[in-house]
């Protein structure tokens, strides 16, 4: 008899599953849940309870735990890999009812159905209100994902024509979906007469919908937010809306949540609002808890096939400690030193592992996406399927020598415009880069780092320094490799803090730098 243990709310269906035990306690204290957690062989939750190393160590039985669905944010992957405790969830049960909120939303601005609600209400019988129709308009969607791609057959369905803005989708994708896959944001702005956005919530992504974007829109467009809050900038939002440039907006999210009572977006007559509600459906909710049961008792009965943290060897783990952080910040790296469309991730080992180490070709691919999609959404477990998802392949290849080393990390990433290489190696169990294409350095990999090409003249680093210093971003440290002297030079500047994008731009102003990119590890 399997013992399954449910520490939070969800609807898990009528299924009976012979041979299975479910205790169903909602709300369930954490002193409580340590004190029992030794009697079950499951653990299936949401995002209220903290699956940390504690509790997966007090789980004596724990087999499986189960996550209703998408993140496994507040479950910790890599203790539960190195206890063999298997996971699981549900990331495809709500994409269609949040695909339909974003729709409906979309609908609701365009034809003002809340405004004219709210009047109606009101005793204003209104009926000089003129609405937009969809049928020959362009819709843009930013994040051509699960729920974009959903939003995108809706969109065709009412025979519109769509753009979509994802440098991390292959084009392959966008055609079998009928949709144009633009290069350039602001090319899909000036033509969409409504506008979508469906990305995660990362430091690139947070106020990329801003004033100047929302100018870019057609005079009269609507946009719509039912993704995550802060991606649509609320106060440029606000001030466009209010100029008459916009004619409505959407929004299920907001930065704050729940937003201030003050807000004054909140009662703006070319607004429709809800209340984070993308996932709550009866359906969606239905599926999550349904799905997660199912997948936990087929996961103890020994099917593998939705396990995220399936392969991995704790030993194996614990043996390439320092790698993993190293393959995760060359990932990183190269997400933002590289430009164009990624085609090819590729991780070499060189040297010889005492453990199989493809779990650190894993972490590279989780540095790399982690730039795009945001570190909650991806981890080491579910970073390869992502990977694929966006099609892009993962080569891996091994060589038994490793020049001056016992043991290099390379990691080459190929895109349609260029290629670009970073290797690093573990030194007193902390990760080092040592090289960037073909010269060598030897580089911290952490913090805000300067990646700059140059010819090797006097002079060039004389020059940044002092615009840095001029800018009050202080150098913390400097490496320099070049091929051959008076030749191409590389160098990498460690900073303290980020430089503004005005920095960035007088750097690459400068005419002793060929190109200059901005990472942070």
């Known amino acids: 008899m399997w013992r399954v243990l449910v ?54 039985r724990l087999k499986v735990v189960g996550r209703g669905g998408v993140g496994v944010d507040n479950v910790d992957l890599e203790a539960a890999s190195r206890l063999g405790i298997l996971v699981v969830n549900v990331p495809e049960a ?43 308009k362009t819709l843009g969607i930013v994040g051509l994902g699960r729920i974009g791609s959903q939003v995108a057959r809706f969109a065709k369905g009412f025979e519109m024509r769509v753009l979509a803005y994802d440098p991390y989708i292959p084009r392959t994708r966008a055609e079998s979906l009928g949709v144009e896959l633009l290069e350039d944001l602001s090319d899909l702005l000036r033509q969409s007469h409504f506008l979508t956005v469906h990305t995660p919530l990362t430091e690139e992504t947070w106020g990329m919908i801003g004033r100047r974007e929302l100018y870019l829109l057609p005079r009269g467009a609507v946009v719509v937010n039912a993704a995550r809050g802060g991606i649509v ?18 929004l299920d999210v907001f930065a704050q949540e729940p937003p201030p009572k003050d807000h004054p977006l909140l009662n703006h007559p070319k607004v429709v609002l809800t209340a984070h509600l993308g996932a709550n459906t009866f359906e969606a909710q239905d599926r999550v808890g349904e799905a997660v049961l199912e997948r936990v008792v087929r996961t103890l009965e020994g099917d593998l096939s939705y396990a995220l943290n399936t392969g991995f060897d704790p030993e194996a783990l614990e043996a390439l400690r320092g790698f993993l952080p190293l393959g995760e910040a060359l990932g990183k790296l190269l997400a933002q030193i590289t430009r164009g469309r990624p085609e090819v991730l590729e991780v070499s080992f060189l040297g010889r592992f005492e453990k199989d180490p493809e779990p650190v070709a894993s972490a590279v691919a989780k540095g790399f996406l982690s730039r795009v999609l945001g570190e909650e959404m991806v981890n080491l477990v579910s970073a390869r399927p992502l990977l694929k998802d966006r099609g892009i392949r993962l080569v891996t290849r091994r060589q038994e020598e490793a020049g001056e080393y016992t043991r290099l990390l390379e990691v080459r990433l190929a895109t349609d415009q260029e290629e670009r290489r970073a290797r690093g190696v573990v030194m007193a169990g902390k990760p080092r880069l040592v090289g960037i294409d073909d010269y060598a350095l030897e580089v911290v990999p952490e913090g805000y780092m300067l990646v700059c090409v140059n010819y090797d003249r006097p002079g060039v680093v004389g020059q940044v320094g002092t615009l840095l210093g001029e800018a009050g ?3 913390a440290g400097m490496q320099l490799g070049r091929d051959v002297p008076g030749g191409r030079a590389l160098f990498v500047l460690t900073v303290d803090e980020k430089p503004s994008p005005e920095v960035l731009e007088a750097l690459r102003a400068l005419p002793v730098l060929e190109r200059v990119d901005l990472a942070e590890v």
């Open 7 to 60: 520490s939070d709310d969800m609807r898990l269906g009528d299924v009976k599953y012979p041979g299975v035990l479910l205790d169903y306690r909602p709300g369930i204290g954490r002193e409580e849940l340590l004190e029992i957690i030794p009697a079950y062989d499951a653990l299936i939750t949401r995002s209220r309870t903290q699956v940390d190393a504690e509790l997966l160590k007090r789980g004596k």
């Open 94 to 136: 709500n994409t269609r009812s949040a695909a339909e909120l974003a729709f409906g939303l979309l609908l609701a601005a365009a034809r003002g159905i809340a405004l004219s609600d709210r009047k109606i209400r009101a005793g204003e019988w209104d009926r000089k209100f003129l609405g937009l129709e969809l049928k020959g």
């Open 233 to 250: 900038d609320e106060k440029a939002l606000l001030e466009v809306l209010e100029e008459g440039h916009l004619f409505a907006a959407g």
């Open 473 to 475: 971003v202080n150098i």
